[in-house]
């Protein structure tokens, strides 16, 4: 460097770009002066990067700082468990000469096939562990080995990669799917990176803090009850938590775990998705990616609970609930299993019509847990007042109506939304019923219907009506089956719509005099306020008149008094000229005396 400055006076040089930092040109000072040098997991890196930079090759002399570094990158570092972990999370400030130089990939591939080995030949050490403990040995184990009948669970590894960045935990997770490693498996080491790096998701009991202090056989056990059930996810978004980490770092580290989650069904919890997507929202992800989370958990829909599902609506300001994502994700369900059932099995012919068979039945199964989900959720945001009656209906008669065996649940949901909107229309309130069936409905919700004031009337009869249908069917069927003549037994209401034809004649009746009622009174109220719209134009036009001549008024008080003499005279004139024929002729024919006025005077 002081060869190619060409500066004579030139005593000092400045580094500043230098990978390593000042450790890494302390020992690379040290290598040239011949003092010996520890080579480490922790310096290793940073040291190989800063002889990349100063160009300490062979070309120079051999067995060079490079050369040193790289033998002992290969021998030592990638052999060991632990020393890869550390060399790859001490890349994380030497980028991109980590990335340029092969440690970042050479690292992550050792991981990936040490991840991937047979369990029986790794020792209870590794970087979760205390520090007391050394680095694992990739040996069969010895018959003398202490350690020996305590195998390491499947997940053994995934404390150790959950320290890396983001980046090179994708690294690493994409090479150990190369290898083959079961998605159950990376799907649970994807569950715990986020429970470690994201605010607003974290486990039931024990912090990820508190596993190094315990034993191995308590992290065995508590390692094989997160294998069988998965970590269960709570939500904990504080704004306390939140500060402590940018909203920018944990978008990018939501976007790269979505991009990673293996495609099989079940590789992640269904909570775990709807957490994810709860924060995917709330951070505003990039939409690709968003849709992409909502297919997912639309593969398994059925798994999911109704706190995952109150999803705020963090965009949106109408609806406390964010409502239209619920319907996309119930959509998503329904064109998975439309899928699932049309598609094309491999099977023999004899065997085809069992999986079918079963396939058909898992099918109804889980849309039947989707439909009281479904109900459970419509009665838990019908409370928000700014629900429109549209988005309830929709969301109701999404699901086909063999999903749902009872109508328990939908009846209190509108009940519930009838409690919150009590300003519908009764026009509004038998569209809201309409998405109910009333024959599905049990005993006590019949009778908490026929009590109830908010439903429509019509639907009450209903309800009744289907209740005596219901009582009736079940007495014909005892009797015919005491007297052994059920073959030719038929239910009197076989549908919904027999159900809506079968009201009672009486009632249709009644209900057709009311209507003749309304239209009489509205007919009524219609012409009294064209009556009262026409003495208005005339109080108008009177008092125009009025305004009119008194402001143009002219003349003396003599003009204005003979004014009104003339019209007074005019008015008697009209009057005289409406009496009858008869009545003028007499009036013609009187002689009215003469009458003066004496004058005092």
Not at 134 to 148: A, I, Y
């Amino acid at each position: 460097m002081i060869y190619e400055s060409r500066n004579p006076d030139l005593s000092k040089l400045v580094l500043d770009d230098l990978p390593g930092g000042p450790e890494a040109f302390e020992l690379a000072a040290k290598f040239c002066y011949g003092i010996a040098v520890d080579l480490t997991a922790a310096n290793i890196s940073g040291l190989r990067c800063a002889a990349e930079y100063l160009e300490m090759t062979e070309d120079l002399e051999e067995g060079n700082l490079i050369f040193k570094t790289e033998a002992f990158l290969s021998y030592v570092v990638l052999s060991s468990w632990r020393d890869s972990i550390l060399v790859l999370k001490s890349c994380e400030k030497l980028s991109p000469w980590a990335e340029n130089l092969q440690i970042v990939r050479r690292c992550s591939e050792s991981i990936a096939w040490k991840a991937c080995a047979n369990p029986k030949g790794i020792r209870w050490a590794y970087t979760g562990k205390p520090p007391k403990v050394s680095s694992p040995k990739w040996s069969e184990m010895k018959e003398s080995s202490p350690s020996r009948g305590h195998q390491a669970p499947p997940n053994w590894w995934f404390e150790d990669v959950s320290i890396l960045r983001i980046d090179h935990f994708v690294r690493v997770v994409t090479a150990i799917k190369v290898k083959g490693m079961r998605f159950e498996l990376i799907g649970e080491a994807i569950m715990q990176y986020a429970t470690k790096w994201l605010p607003g998701l974290i486990r039931d009991g024990v912090g990820a803090g508190d596993e190094g202090s315990n034993s191995g056989n308590n992290h065995s056990s508590r390692g094989s009850a997160s294998w069988k059930g998965g970590l269960h996810m709570i939500v904990a978004g504080t704004k306390d938590e939140l500060s402590t980490v940018q909203a920018k770092d944990q978008r990018m580290i939501i976007e790269s775990l979505i991009s990673i989650i293996p495609p099989q069904k079940d590789s992640v919890t269904c909570s775990f998705l709807l957490r994810l997507l709860r924060m995917a929202n709330m951070l505003k992800v990039a939409p690709a990616l968003v849709t992409e989370l909502e297919k997912r958990v639309g593969m398994q829909f059925e798994q999911a609970s109704l706190a995952d599902l109150l999803i705020p609506s963090y965009n949106k300001i109408e609806t406390l609930y964010d409502v239209d994502l619920v319907q996309r994700l119930l959509e998503h369900f329904l064109v998975q299993e439309q899928m699932e059932g049309s598609s094309p099995s491999r099977q023999p012919f004899s065997e085809k019509h069992g999986y079918d068979a079963a396939q058909r039945v898992n099918g109804q199964n889980a849309k039947m847990r989707v439909a009281r989900l479904v109900d459970s959720y419509l009665t838990e945001v019908s409370r928000d007042r700014n629900l429109s009656l549209t988005k309830f209906q929709v969301l109701a008669e999404a699901l086909p109506e063999s999903a749902r065996t009872c109508d328990d649940g939908l009846y209190r949901a509108i009940d519930s939304y009838l409690k919150a909107h009590p300003t519908l229309t009764e026009h509004e309130r038998k569209r809201l019923c309409r998405v109910m069936d009333c024959q599905k409905l049990s005993i006590d919700a019949c009778m908490h219907a026929a009590q109830n004031e908010r439903l429509p009337l019509r639907v009450v009869v209903q309800v009744l009506f289907s209740e005596q249908v219901k009582i009736s069917n079940t007495l014909a069927s005892s009797s015919l089956k005491e007297t052994g003549g059920d073959a030719h037994y038929q239910p009197m209401i076989p549908n919904r719509k027999t159900l809506l034809e079968a009201t009672p004649q009486s009632f249709q009746e009644g209900w057709a005099a009311a209507k003749k009622d309304i239209n009489t009174l509205k007919f009524e109220l219609d012409s009294m306020k064209a009556k009262y719209l026409e003495l208005q134009n005339d109080m108008e036009n009177l008092q125009r008149q009025f305004d009119k001549m008194a402001k143009h008024k002219q003349g003396s008080a003599w003009s204005s008094g003979w004014k009104k003499l003339s019209k007074l005279t005019k008015m008697s004139n009209l009057e005289n000229q409406d009496i009858g024929p008869q009545v003028a002729s007499a009036d013609q024919t009187r002689k009215t005396p003469r009458r003066w006025r004496n004058s005092i005077s």
